[in-house]
């Protein structure tokens, strides 16, 4: 692409002012489109205009308005003489043509580049929602709620036999990704020792985890009762049971996040609370 060659001083000031303001109707376009729900090929076009707009109208500026001679300076002497020096202040002030209408340019120019700024803020808003507690919290928050099997049914300690494994959910929540939990039935006398503050988290020898690998999030699911380790598949992660489920073996650095339990009037599992720690894999301001 060729820039034109304005034929005036007053010509080049209105292509230029054409081109920003070009150049500031696409960018509101681009802005248009996006907050209407966006079609890319256009958007391209529109951001090509926009920026093409401001770089043609530079450059006709630049072609029309600064000096366009080539200069060799002698190295020696190499303080100028006063003539030259005002020579050069002089010609850097005029310019190959005087602006006549510099506001204009400077108007238009800023009115492109704002234009262009403001759109360019608008793919903020494709982040998405702000994730807020989200990342920190599950279902299981806000009190007292029944632990649930798959199919919404509630589980009493007698529906789960001694070394006995199931997943549940809380009430209402079956199809939450960050809830499944495990319900171990550890045996008596194996050495199960809770963490300090969490004794009374279990009901006899049933405890929960999350079920939630704190590696990469993959579902633990094996569990080896004899030894009291729970085992996770994708990469062989191995937490302790007895010893809140810490991590003894693999990738994983943290502990599976304790569900301190308890019975309702009916005789039925709750939570009373949510984890111990956030769900699934690290965490930047996790301590275990
Ligand atoms: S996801 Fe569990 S060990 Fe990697």
Not at 16 to 31: D, N, R, V, W
Not at 37 to 56: D, S
Request: glycine fraction near 12%; include cysteine.
């Amino acid at each position: 692409m060729t820039s034109p060659e304005p034929t005036s001083g007053g010509a080049a000031e209105r292509l230029a002012a054409a081109c920003f303001l070009l150049a500031t109707a696409a960018a509101i376009g681009l802005a248009v489109v996006y907050w209407r729900g966006g079609q890319t090929q256009l958007e391209g076009i529109m951001l090509a205009v926009a920026l093409g707009g401001i770089g043609m109208g530079i450059v006709v500026v630049a072609k029309a308005f600064l000096p366009d001679e080539e200069a060799t300076e002698a190295r020696e002497p190499l303080a100028s003489p006063e003539a030259e020096v005002a020579k050069l202040t002089a010609d850097l002030e005029s310019g190959e043509a005087p602006v006549a209408r510099r506001r204009v340019l400077v108007a238009s120019l800023g009115a492109a580049l704002t234009a262009l700024g403001a759109s360019l803020l608008f793919p903020i808003r494709s982040l998405g929602p702000r994730p807020g507690r989200g990342l920190k919290t599950t279902p299981y928050e806000g009190g007292r709620k029944r632990v649930v099997r798959a199919d919404g049914t509630p589980v009493r300690p007698a529906d789960l036999p001694e070394d006995g494994v199931i997943t549940v959910w809380p009430e209402g929540h079956t199809d939450a990704a960050d809830a499944p939990t495990l319900l171990i039935h550890v045996r008596p006398n194996q050495g199960f020792r809770p963490r300090p503050g969490r004794e009374g988290w279990t009901i006899g020898n049933i405890v929960a985890y999350s079920k939630i690998c704190t590696h990469v999030g993959c579902p633990v699911g094996l569990y080896q009762a004899a030894e009291g380790l729970l085992l996770c598949p994708c990469h062989q992660s191995t937490f302790n049971v007895l010893e809140g489920a810490r991590p003894i073996f693999g990738p994983a650095a943290r502990s599976l996040p304790q569900l301190p339990l308890a019975l309702d009037a009916a005789g039925y599992i709750v939570a009373t609370g949510d984890f111990s720690d956030p769900v699934g894999p690290g965490f930047w301001d996790r301590e275990r």
